[in-house]
């Protein structure tokens, strides 16, 4: 009996998966990894235009990229998180603030798949 306890105590929760990811995609946008952080979205149509709307911005300096909240939903199959942005653009120096969400959807043990949990919503509007 004790054993059955001890192994169902092991088993991960799905949201367990969601937070490292929400952090590694906050340090990819803020180190400038655009790329590795489109990875994160669910289809290569928002993946492309994530990366686009970066790719046009050469003096977008990014100073912090903060996870604010990571609300579960009560399925446990989906997310919002709110994360905020810090960042100028050249040559001004002048620090702006960008807060926004971004929902996540849980993949399950999709074959092939690099990630369990993959942003459902397309990236912002930026600034």
């Not at 604010?68 to 120096?93: C, H, N």
Request: negative net charge; contains cysteine; proline residues 6%.
């Amino acid at each position: 009996m004790v054993a059955v306890l001890s192994a169902c105590a092991a088993v991960p929760r799905i949201s367990d998966d969601l937070t490292p990811a929400a952090y590694d995609f906050a340090q990819r946008l803020r180190w400038k990894d655009f790329n590795g952080a489109a990875r994160y979205f669910d289809d290569a149509d928002k993946k492309h235009a994530f990366v686009d709307v970066f790719a046009e911005m050469r003096d977008l300096q990014i100073t912090d990229v903060r996870v604010e909240t990571i609300d579960l939903d009560a399925g446990g199959q989906g997310a919002t998180t709110r994360m905020t942005l810090e960042y100028f653009l050249l040559p001004s120096v002048s620090v702006k603030t960008f807060a926004f969400e971004l929902d996540w959807a849980y993949a399950g043990l999709k074959p092939k798949a690099a990630e369990t949990w993959f942003i459902a919503s397309p990236f912002p509007p930026f600034p």
